[in-house]
């Protein structure tokens, strides 16, 4: 099973501009992170970006112009650039593999740990 792994999240001040990783292993080199999702307590996790194979991306409107989502095919790494924070994106930040075929085998998708993003005001 592919296993994600999140970095880059902490406190941050409003405006600030991290870039969150996912760094995928394990499974098959075809099977990469795709999407970026968030949630916060009491709340459904939501998309925040995505990104397809042919590089056309797609992004939440509450993050639409402040977030550019980007992929390292080589390094199997997924990105987030986050601009311009506000204190209403402070959430977990959890990065997703969709499930892949290889050799007429499934690879189940997972998702990883997550990474906090607290952004102060």
């Known amino acids: 099973q592919v296993m994600l792994v999140e970095s880059g999240g902490g406190l941050v001040q409003a405006g600030g501009s991290p870039r969150l990783s996912c760094a995928a292993s394990?499974?098959?080199?075809?099977?990469?992170?795709m999407a970026w999702y968030r949630q916060v307590p009491g709340k459904e996790r939501e998309l925040v970006a995505s990104?397809?194979?042919?590089?056309?991306?797609h992004y939440a409107d509450s993050v639409k112009g402040r977030f550019t989502i980007s992929g390292d095919d080589n390094k199997r790494t997924l990105y987030l650039q986050m601009n311009s924070l506000k204190p209403e994106d402070t959430a977990v930040y959890y990065c997703h593999a969709d499930g892949a075929v290889s050799g007429g085998l499934y690879f189940p998708g997972g998702w990883g740990q997550g990474t906090q993003v607290t952004v102060s005001s």
């Open positions: 394990g499974s098959v080199s075809s099977q990469k992170p």
């Open positions: 990104i397809l194979l042919d590089g056309r991306d």
